[in-house]
């Protein structure tokens, strides 16, 4: 067996490592365009802020420890022009050399990756306007950043450019976000990116929405941004953050079936439409473990995961990829987003029937110090209750729940699974009572008809005449410092011997802080013979449908 | 309906307020013996060391919002004597008046929770000598501590024992811990306690193993605790924390069966040997998950859901309570210790055949600051690779862990599902390759039988003769710094050019420090025809099985 890998950094120098462990006799060339070998792509924005001191801490393996330990022939600085199918021999050229040589295989893994998008606009290519995909990339902002840069922008509001603010406002430099969108992180449902919004305001980081760059331009002081809006952005470092394109030329170009995105097709094995040519990582078209949809997810841990399966059915074992559920994670200062599995948007679109609920707990019990907020928004299947998505944004604890959520989705767990799950409780570390099985009381409480429950948008989107008599439950403090507009305040508390208060010929949407009180309002109302629904999530959630205060 | 709950902590405060959400009508009596309602015992040990500085953060509700939120009738200081079963009364006590009374009912929740066992040796109701249930205890041992505490015997090496352990030394007291079996955190297996016996060595609590307190004596200087190897242990205040015994004096009395533990016995619906008694939490004899059988998990988790699942029965649902897997988990200073499912004990003594996987990974990716080590243990089917049992034990990072295999066991899922599972990865929070997807990847290779491998202890166990080769493959510096006796030293990186210095007529055990390059050893010798294993999770898993440092 002849077996050559063309990239070497996630999925490629996995692939390599596990057909090694499957075979020792197979002959494997690991082609790598640039001089480095599976090195941390997800650490470079933390090693441009000087969070990771050192340089070498990125380069989880080198050439030559994958030369010495697994027998690997490794040509680093090399790129694979083209690929002869019928021949079965690739075009590979040295880079430093010039040299160009064939090389036979029986099998070929693609492990291409996805390479940032630069938009065909004026002055994308002068100097200090960057893309971040490598070391090399690394070394060059940060040899501008050592230079000297007071203000940088960055176009795009996704992980990379949000990780890239942080360590930004970290070395004092006056950070600016550009994204198109009207939201940031579009992975993500709008509202529950709003608390990184709030988190970016409170750290000084400019955002800019509805907003997208259309020239750039050198003038004697430095770089500057000419917006679509008409606002010019100086900066000394401009970084484009708006997503990756599959590197697919060499799959293309050998007549390999390619999706609408670009992405290379590939079956549950990860084979391509040549039998013997494989594709693994962020240049192939996935499968969506929920929705079943071809999407892209350029995510290290399905890269790893694929690069190993690939090897497998190269080495005579049947083992398919059962897919991709888009679980990702982002940092931004001390908060965290972290999303599974499909979001409301996803659903909206492939027009699949769901509900969601909102819970706002604390990471750990609150009566044990430093238990930090948290929001979840469960989607879920309004008849059967399988869990279809989770986000999670707020603290600490955050990553733990999301993982516990893909988990559940991988499982095809419902709401009903969520009530019963037995995690570990100390004071430390969670609750006698979990956000998770919170999340699932409140689905659960939905689906057996317990809980009627109205999303905050769907209650305010009505005309005013038609909306429902909105209810605050909560203190007449909680209520002065903010409300509901037009909203009337019974305490919980009183509601029993205030019932007369209240219509009876219309709809009563209740709501508390977070959807608890609410609850148990909605419970006394119904058993009163009043027509009532609790506001999923109470105040918080409505709050996070708001744009943030200025 | 009228409702009467005895015990207002964790479950029978759930069950009450369940019960009023699903019935405004019925008429529901708390009764609680003690002055406080659902108060938080698991924070006890840490209001008594000021980590949480104020007494009102431990009453997680109070009587006077039960009233007025869930229109209960809370009756504390309220001891019920006896049930009458026949004539569906109970006498109740009011501790303060001594006044007695009956009350009817329809349906009783029996919440009695468990007591802390006192064994029966001279000296044990000496002042100064206590065991920790409620805030009444705290209170004392809070107050002792005020008067000066310069050394503290803890009797019992559980979860209360080493919390508090952790607690008198934040005080500055000198802490003792005596267990009288050969290991602490007894639900755990041995080896995987080590850790927590050398963090606490290395904080200075003495631990005493295999010992136990044989008589208490009061000297001129304070108490002595005498143990049966003859120490004598002089101390200001002394804590059992030996286990607890269901408090069932009240179901005994009343005939309802109870198990030989003496948990009382109720079925699936959480229902007694009365179909109008239901039983929930530390009282009662659960079903363990995993195995099936009858077992007793005094944890606030199950507590709190069994309280839920009771009403949700008596109020006219069908629900079915699925068992207790006996997730749990502890901090002991800067580490934690945490498992869910069936321990390697149980499983030998259930004759449960099983197969276990160790490894050791950071808590998240290596190359960003501040991983910390954890140590993995998990049990699982030698068929089916269905999960059985995880362990852990390290710093941050392994709550998550655990919570995500206690999911994995309730979904019935597989160590090939581990292999896929899709966690959230950035390098704050994790590894593109999780210590889940590790676990999984080692347990799945070994039932594909890719991956053969001996459990260390197994592979010391045989006579010197019938012993594995024992080849370590970590580098020199590694094997120089200590290694399992009568091993030979051949780096990975070296092996292929030297396998003509291993035997071809003996098994060849290989073994480096985790056990990946072992893996990939065991490979390499397999294909040159060998016959080869690697000792599952290296020199670290040996390491577990010796006795600590002194």
Do not use: W
Request: proline share 6%; with cysteine.
């Amino acid at each position: 067996m002849k077996l050559l890998i063309v990239g070497g950094v996630a999925g490629g120098a996995s692939a390599a490592a596990r057909s090694r462990r499957l075979s020792e006799d197979a002959e494997i060339v690991l082609f790598e365009r640039g001089p480095d070998v599976s090195f941390a792509n997800c650490g470079l924005p933390y090693f441009i802020g000087g969070e990771i001191a050192e340089r070498k801490k990125l380069l989880v393996t080198t050439p030559e420890l994958l030369r010495s330990r697994f027998k690997l022939d490794v040509r680093t600085g090399s790129s694979v022009e083209s690929i002869d199918r019928e021949a079965k021999k690739v075009r590979v050229r040295d880079l430093d050399s010039g040299r160009e040589y064939d090389e036979t295989y029986d099998k070929v893994i693609l492990a291409t990756g996805a390479a940032p998008f630069r938009p065909s606009i004026p002055g994308v290519d002068l100097p200090g306007v960057f893309t971040l995909r490598n070391l090399q990339d690394t070394d060059h902002i940060k040899e501008r950043v050592d230079r000297g840069v007071k203000q940088v922008v960055l176009l795009g509001g996704g992980f990379i450019s949000l990780e890239l603010a942080e360590n930004f406002v970290r070395l004092g430099i006056s950070t600016t976000v550009v994204e198109k969108n009207d939201q940031i992180l579009t992975p993500f449902d709008k509202e529950m990116t709003q608390p990184i919004v709030e988190e970016l305001a409170s750290r000084g980081v400019k955002l800019l929405l509805g907003q997208s760059a259309e020239a750039l331009e050198q003038t004697a002081e430095g770089l500057v941004v000419c917006l679509d809006s008409g606002k010019r952005l100086p900066a000394q470092l401009v970084i484009f953050g708006i997503g990756v394109r599959p590197e697919n030329k060499l799959a293309v170009d050998a007549g390999l079936e390619v999706g609408p995105r670009g992405g290379i097709r590939v079956n549950d094995h990860l084979r391509t439409s040549d039998p013997n040519i494989y594709a693994v990582g962020d240049a192939i078209e996935v499968k969506d473990a929920v929705a079943g949809d071809p999407t892209q997810v350029p995510l290290a841990g399905p890269a790893n995961r694929q690069g190993r399966i690939a090897a497998d059915n190269i080495f005579g074992r049947s083992v398919k990829y059962r897919g991709t559920q888009g679980t990702a994670i982002v940092g931004v200062f001390d908060r965290t987003a972290a999303m599974t599995g499909a979001s409301e948007k996803v659903l909206r679109r492939a027009n699949r029937p769901f509900r969601k609920v909102y819970v706002h707990p604390t990471h750990h019990a609150g009566y044990y110090p430093g238990a930090e907020a948290m929001t979840l928004k469960l989607l879920f299947d309004p008849t059967t209750g399988q869990v279809l998505g989770a986000q999670g944004v707020g603290g600490s604890g955050v990553d733990k729940r999301i993982d516990v959520l893909a988990v559940a989705i991988q499982a095809g767990m419902t709401v009903f699974d969520l009530e019963e799950m037995e995690l570990a409780y100390a004071p430390q570390y969670g609750s006698a009572k979990d956000p998770i099985n919170m999340a699932g009381f409140v689905a659960g409480g939905l689906l057996r008809g317990d809980h009627p429950q109205v999303d905050v948008e769907a209650a305010l989107a009505a005309p005013t005449a038609e909306r429902p008599f909105l209810l605050d439950v909560r203190t007449p403090h909680d209520f002065t410092s903010g409300h509901i507009p037009g909203a009337v305040n019974i305490p919980v508390d009183d509601l029993r011997s205030r019932l007369g208060e209240l219509p009876r010929d219309r709809k009563i949407a209740a709501y508390c802080q977070v959807g608890q009180r609410g609850y148990l309002a909605t419970r006394i109302l119904l058993q009163a013979g009043l027509s009532a629904v609790n506001i999923g999530g109470g105040y918080k959630t409505f709050k996070l449908f708001q744009p943030p205060d200025p």
